[in-house]
């Protein structure tokens, strides 16, 4: 069973540019997650989507954006990059979601490493 | 603000040696999980344990959860150099549906 798959894994982009990252989860996963890992924050909820549709989102500005696609691969999309949005951004699958407490352990892909110069 | 927090933020032990750590987390729960993490690397889940649950067991982890202070702790016994990672507890708060990650405690086993 292939794991959770994350292109690109390294990225490097200049500020005011814009980036796309995705995601291909564990085949029959409905639930896509996205976090963003920095040292000085740790890891940060972004959103998840489940079955097309943005289920959970977290405290980040507008130019963060996400979708997920019929067959549950998903996209982040960040514009308008800032210096401070270097980092991990991590994703994860899981069957049924993180809001269901009986089937919501997430399997995580190796991350895509941005660095915005 | 994180949900969940670990203690320590880093441990330093030999080999041989138990590794214990502690997260506490703020609100009513279903459960709590453990996950690894390989420096840079995705997060491993470890174990998760049920609310109704005060202690659960897998190979050398051992994970125990006290709801009344809001706490829970995660033993690994026989520590190995491949045991070098970082440890996060993560808790869904309420009926948020988010899965919150605490800020991780960064054990390092020394051969």
């Known amino acids: 069973k292939a794991g959770v798959t994350q292109t690109p894994r390294y990225l490097i982009k200049t500020r005011g540019q814009q980036v796309t990252l995705s995601c291909s989860p564990i085949?029959?996963?409905?639930?896509v997650s996205w976090y963003q890992q920095t040292p000085g924050q740790g890891l940060q909820f972004l959103f998840e989507?489940?079955?097309?549709?943005?289920?959970n989102k977290g405290n980040f500005p507008g130019r963060f954006s996400g979708r997920q696609f019929s067959n549950s691969r998903s996209e982040m999309n960040v514009s308008t990059l800032e210096l401070g949005d270097s980092a991990l951004y991590l994703c994860?699958?899981?069957?049924?979601?993180?809001?269901?407490?009986?089937?919501?352990?997430?399997?995580f892909g190796a991350g895509s490493r941005l660095t915005v110069l | 603000s994180q949900q969940g927090e670990e203690d320590p933020q880093a441990l330093s032990i030999q080999e041989g040696e138990n590794a214990t750590m502690n997260c506490s987390y703020k609100?009513?729960?279903?459960?709590l999980q453990w996950y690894r993490q390989n420096s840079g690397r995705g997060l491993v889940h470890l174990i998760l344990?049920?609310?109704?649950?005060r202690e659960k067991h897998s190979g050398r982890l051992r994970v125990t959860l006290d709801t009344s202070k809001k706490s829970s702790s995660l033993l690994i016994t026989a520590s190995r150099a491949a045991d070098t990672a970082s440890y996060f507890c993560?808790?869904?708060?309420?009926?948020?549906?988010?899965?919150?990650f605490g800020q991780g405690t960064t054990l390092q086993v020394k051969p």
């Open positions: 609100t009513s729960i279903n459960n």
């Open positions: 994860a699958s899981s069957l049924s979601g993180t809001g269901n407490p009986g089937a919501n352990v997430l399997t």
């Open positions: 344990i049920r609310s109704n649950e």
């Open positions: 085949s029959g996963h409905r639930s």
């Open positions: 989507y489940f079955s097309e549709t943005q289920r």
């Open positions: 993560a808790t869904v708060p309420g009926n948020t549906g988010k899965l919150i």
